[in-house]
């Protein structure tokens, strides 16, 4: 299974130069960039009421130059898409080609060089998807499963093999499972056999 998928970029949006746009003086936030997102914390000494003061500014310049280029989350709206944990805001890149970075002194858009991929964007970014590839008896023979849920493969994974899982944040998809145990064990034993299962570590 793999954890993310990858998309080309070939332009690069510096969040330096940005925030020095909304304001030339004190810029009351600091932004932790992964790749084609970030999230936005208040920056030492830095009041909430400058916070959302530039804040406001900030989401008013990209809807006014940089539309399409980037897009503005609230708290709320991070949170809600599970982004960066405790953020006052987000900002992610909607569209292939481009990813964040922060240069001093830099221009907005710079022309990447070296980097051809990157990941790190919104998960309904096209390219985002991953592969999931599971063999053995307790997975249906030959089906392609077109969508999947990463929270999913774990438990369905412990259904598979009978573990409990009360944990897990998604839920098991019986759907791609073999009706039948015919191994006299458990259904998931991935390309061991089941004869190995009592030499597991």
Avoid at 43 to 58: F, I, M, N, Q, S
Avoid at 165 to 185: C, H, M
Wanted: glycine content about 14%; hydrophobic content about 40%; cysteine-free.
């Amino acid at each position: 299974m793999g954890d993310h998928g990858f998309v080309q970029v070939h332009t690069s949006l510096n969040l330096s130069s940005l925030f020095d746009e909304v304001s030339s003086s004190k810029v009351p936030v600091r932004a932790l960039i992964g790749g084609g997102s970030a999230g936005l914390y208040p920056a030492d000494g830095a009041t909430p009421e400058e916070v959302a003061a530039y804040l406001a500014k900030l989401n008013k310049l990209i809807a006014r130059r940089y539309l399409g280029l980037l897009r503005f989350m609230s708290a709320e709206e991070n949170e809600e898409a599970g982004g960066f944990a405790g953020a006052v805001a987000a900002l992610t890149v909607p569209k292939p080609g481009y990813m964040l970075t922060s240069r001093p002194g830099a221009p907005f858009l710079i022309k990447l060089k070296g980097t051809e991929g990157m990941h790190g964007y919104a998960p309904d970014m096209p390219g985002m998807e991953t592969g999931f590839i599971a063999a053995g008896p307790a997975f249906r023979s030959g089906y392609r499963m077109p969508v999947m849920r990463m929270l999913d493969v774990a438990p369905t994974i412990a259904l598979a093999d009978g573990v409990p899982l009360p944990s897990a944040e998604g839920v098991a998809v019986p759907g791609i499972l073999s009706a039948n145990d015919n191994n006299g064990g458990s259904l998931v034993d991935f390309l061991m056999g089941a004869g190995n299962r009592d030499r597991r570590p």
